[in-house]
């Protein structure tokens, strides 16, 4: 009995770990300080994204626009949306937005605006 107990906790405790690993997405950008495009993520012909965005900071942020950008071929990026941070998402350091019918095979994080006093660490996910 104890013997299946403990596969039983192990198993529920990998699962759980399986499921926070998958909920966090992939990491577009990561503790990134300054404006410009991450590296790019295949996404294998994929047209519903989600992106979410936060950011710590040693001062305050005033403006913050974070774009995803996709490409079909190997040769030209389109922005498929650009996100400018409300005053609410700006305070509440965070934000959550969702494209939908953008087919591409690639994405990549873009931050087009950071105007800030002290240092801010921004990190983009996508599922």
Known sequence: MKKYLIVSIIFLCIFAISITLSYAGT???K??????????????????HTVECYFTTTGSVT???????GIIDSS??????????SGAELTAKQTMFHV??????????NITT??????????????
């Not at 503790?31 to 519903?48: E, F, K, M, R, S």
């Not at 990026?77 to 941070?85: I, K, M």
């Open 31 to 48: 503790n990134v300080t300054a404006t410009g495009a991450g590296l790019p993520v295949i996404v294998a012909d994929q047209d519903t």
């Open 27 to 29: 990491i577009l950008l």
């Open 76 to 85: 030209h990026w389109e922005t498929l949306a650009s996100h400018v941070f």
């Open 63 to 69: 403006a913050l626009t974070v774009a995803l950008e």
């Open 100 to 109: 939908v019918g953008k087919k591409v095979n690639r994405v990549r994080a």
């Open 114 to 127: 950071l105007a800030e006093t002290g240092t801010t660490a921004i990190t983009v996910y996508y599922k």
